[in-house]
């Protein structure tokens, strides 16, 4: 952005949102990309859902920063999630699944290199958030 004489930089983020054939079905398919100004980096995101569920199926996620490229990602079976490429050994992910307007509270999932993913309840939402009030 110019603001007179200097400029300020700024992050540009693009997201795409397409119902596409995946599999052999109609699915979700969201791909997102940030173009990071100070640090400049890079970071590209592709997610495939169910189209009735949004249940995710896979998240990859890519990151391009001082010429290092790391790639990350996940495959959501039913019953546990699975990196891609595999977790590191010890490593343990809290991932709170949440969607505004849903009927049923949020539900917090635990995924690691060595355990199951488990879900259980999430906390109840602070007062004063919209989820407080259902």
């Known amino acids: ?10 992050d540009i983020w693009t997201r795409e949102v397409r119902f596409e054939q995946h599999d052999g ?5 969201i791909v997102q990309r940030w173009n990071g100004a100070a640090p ?3 970071r590209t995101m592709d997610s495939w859902f169910d189209v009735g569920t949004f249940r995710p199926h896979t998240h990859e996620r890519i990151t391009e920063k001082e010429g290092k490229r790391v790639v990350e990602g996940f495959l959501f079976a039913p019953d546990r999630i699975t990196g891609l490429p595999a977790l590191a050994e010890g490593y343990e992910a809290h991932v709170n699944f949440y969607h505004p307007g849903a009927p049923a509270p949020p539900d917090r999932s635990t995924a690691g290199s060595s355990r199951p993913t488990t879900t259980s309840r ?3 939402p ?3 958030s919209p989820r407080a009030a259902r």
Do not use: D, F, I
Not at 3 to 10: L, M, R
């Open 1 to 10: 952005m110019k603001q007179g004489e200097s400029s300020t930089p700024v």
């Open 25 to 29: 079905k109609p699915q979700l398919h």
């Open 40 to 42: 400049a980096y890079t």
């Open 122 to 124: 999430a906390r109840k």
């Open 126 to 128: 602070p007062s004063g």
